[in-house]
């Protein structure tokens, strides 16, 4: 992958193509799934902790200071889905780590920015990355069918923490979902034609309570056979900070939920197509509370502007290459929709990490790491074994 050791922006053709993100396949019960996982993707997850742990001690947070913020969560965990406790507990049997290391990597934007921490809050500022998420309705494509994609921005040293996993499930639907190593899901879709991305949103609400981790909430949403549980889990879970989380069905449903810790509003596709960055937009959000988002990263003004603009001319002959198109985009790069590598204002290496492309009618995701820095894809799917994935040039 391209060498993260450089300080400033990298230009794409300077550097290799990032290796695609390995498969992880598991099945059985919440433990044993977990125990397989850890082992497949122990030295990915050991690196993710390292990773977290060393940005933590910076902030004179210690493993034992870690250790007693994860048991401000657990309660939280526990009586949302206790399964996801059995399940990280053999996460961390698997790949022999701490099992508050593998809860950190579950709740690791809560725990960065914890409410019981108000002078671990005061050093940090507004996180420099976010992500654009896009979702094109079935009429308004040239197969008929929905395309559900999104541009995942954050540190860059995670195109060598993440991992595609596939859970086959025992009592619900298979799950393939694009997560860092260690997580129980971040964007993906379900064999019932589920699928979710998550956008970062910040608000004046943010940290008062503790809620549930916004990676459990969005593998409880994988998990649903029916559309109506997986948007339920999105609208009604008690949040620590906002989000902002987009749940589309094949058939034709598409809604984006723009999520204080403790209300919840809709935004829908117009022209058949719902584009979202990093900023509240649903006027009654923003007439009842302050977005603290936009000032700390103003590229997500246009980033969702370029994003529709580029796919207007397609709507009603849009193909996935037309999406994978528009989250390339390099307007006024490196504060692009597709972003190299370059150190942010915390001194940390950002990037747009991940291309994730999702056609959930088929049960297909494809997914390019590091794509401003030469875009290769590999295609998952949920009926696939691990002899099954390919890569290709796009």
Request: hydrophobic share 45%; aromatic share 6%.
């Amino acid at each position: 992958m391209p060498s993260l050791e450089r300080a400033n922006t990298m230009a794409p053709e300077e550097d290799a193509i990032a290796e695609a993100f390995p498969l992880i396949e598991v099945s059985g019960s919440p433990h044993e799934r977990g125990r397989q996982y850890g082992v497949q993707a122990e030295a990915r997850i050991r690196k993710g902790i390292g990773h977290y742990g060393a940005q933590l001690r910076k902030l004179d947070l210690d493993r034992a200071g870690v250790a007693a913020l994860v048991q401000a969560y657990l309660p939280r965990i526990r009586d949302f889905d206790e399964s996801y406790i059995e399940e990280m507990q053999g996460i961390a049997a698997g790949s022999e780590v701490g099992f508050e290391e593998v809860v950190l990597l579950n709740a690791r934007t809560e725990i960065l920015k914890l409410a019981e921490r108000p002078e671990l809050r005061a050093q940090l500022v507004p996180v420099d990355d976010g992500c654009t998420a896009i979702c094109i309705m079935p009429g308004v494509t040239a197969a008929g069918q929905l395309i559900h994609a999104q541009n995942w921005d954050w540190k860059a040293e995670c195109a060598e923490t993440a991992v595609v996993l596939h859970i086959r499930q025992e009592d619900g639907p298979d799950i393939l979902t694009f997560t860092e190593a260690g997580g129980l899901a971040r964007s993906g879709m379900n064999s019932a034609g589920i699928a979710i991305t998550a956008n970062y949103l910040q608000s004046d609400r943010d940290y008062r309570n503790v809620g549930v981790p916004l990676a459990l909430i969005r593998r409880k949403v994988l998990q649903q056979q029916y559309l109506s549980a997986a948007m339920k889990a999105v609208y009604a879970t008690p949040k620590s900070a906002s989000n902002n989380m987009m749940v589309s069905h094949p058939d034709g449903i598409c809604i984006d939920f723009e999520c204080a810790p403790d209300e919840t509003f809709q935004v829908h596709p117009e022209h058949g197509m719902l584009v979202h960055a990093n900023h509240f937009v649903s006027p009654v959000a923003l007439a009842k509370l302050r977005d603290m988002g936009a000032g700390g990263f103003g590229d997500t003004l246009y980033r969702d502007l370029r994003v529709r603009d580029l796919m207007l001319p397609h709507l009603g002959g849009a193909t996935v290459d037309h999406v994978k198109a528009a989250l390339s985009d390099e307007f006024q790069t490196p504060f692009s929709v597709c972003r190299p590598i370059r150190r942010n204002t915390d001194d940390n290496l950002s990037a747009t990490v991940a291309m994730v492309v999702m056609q959930p009618a088929a049960g297909v995701m494809e997914v390019a790491p590091l794509p401003a820095h030469g875009i290769r894809f590999a295609t998952y799917s949920l009926t696939m074994d691990g002899a099954g994935l390919h890569a290709a040039a796009a």
